[in-house]
């Protein structure tokens, strides 16, 4: 059974730094691609980052970018997320996901998330 | 970036009704589109990917159509347990994108 279990959120100043993890298991970690997906209270879901199985094809969504850094230790099979200068709009509950399989990218399984709150 | 719009934000409807949401992307992705369903303090759950497929242990009232920059999920006969927020996510390029959301509620 996949597991994926999120950590590292917590209360933060803005302007200030936050290291989340994502620690999986029931599957093989460094054949998938992995994101991670947030969703501020009360709003919809924003795709934050993907990351491919070699590292070698990485992507962030523009409200990120230059502030956020995806990273994967294959061989923890442990998923990270640098946060950097965060903003009150960084706020939500950020989600681990991984890819269906290796041919479609997809997020198929979910974590249940870790709460960033940043706020002064 | 690809632009997902999905309508409608919101619709009114009830148990029994055929029910159909659409998700138009800002240029193709040919079949990279899942659909999710979502209730309140839950995971998104997987409905629909590739466009028309249909993830294992979902019923068959759920349906998923489309390709290039139309889509659409149809629900063929709204169950009491249907009642959520559904949301489109193109998966071509990234950065991948999610449509804003269509909350189903009971009229």
């Known amino acids: 059974e996949v597991q994926l279990v999120e950590s590292g959120g917590g209360l933060v100043q803005p302007g200030r730094s936050l290291r989340l993890s994502c620690a999986a298991s029931?599957?093989?970690?460094?054949?998938?691609?992995m994101h991670w997906v947030r969703q501020a209270p009360g709003k919809g879901l924003e795709w934050v980052s993907g990351?491919?199985?070699?590292?070698?094809?990485?992507g962030y969504a523009d409200s990120v970018k230059g502030r956020f850094t995806i990273s994967r230790d294959n061989a923890k099979n442990s998923l990270y997320l640098q946060m950097n200068s965060l903003r009150t709009e960084d706020t939500a509950l950020y989600y681990c996901?991984?890819?269906?399989?290796?041919?479609?990218?997809?997020?198929?399984?979910w974590g249940q998330g870790t709460l960033v709150t940043v706020s002064s | 970036d690809i632009q997902m719009t999905q309508t409608p934000s919101t619709l009114s409807t009830s148990v029994g009704d055929r029910v159909t949401i659409t998700c138009r992307a800002s240029?193709?992705?040919?079949?990279?589109l899942a659909w999710y369903q979502q209730k309140p303090g839950k995971a998104p759950k997987v409905l629909i990917y590739?466009?028309?497929s249909l993830e294992s242990g979902v019923p068959s009232r759920f349906s998923g159509s489309g390709s290039g920059t139309e889509f659409t999920l149809t629900i063929s006969s709204l169950q009491p347990d249907d009642f959520a927020t559904y949301y489109c996510q193109q998966y071509n390029f990234f950065p991948y994108t999610f449509g804003q959301g269509t909350k189903l509620e009971i009229k």
């Open positions: 996901a991984n890819a269906r399989d290796h041919y479609d990218s997809s997020p198929a399984n």
């Open positions: 029931g599957f093989t970690f460094n054949d998938y691609v």
């Open positions: 590739k466009a028309s």
């Open positions: 990351i491919s199985w070699q590292t070698d094809n990485i």
């Open positions: 240029q193709s992705v040919s079949t990279w």
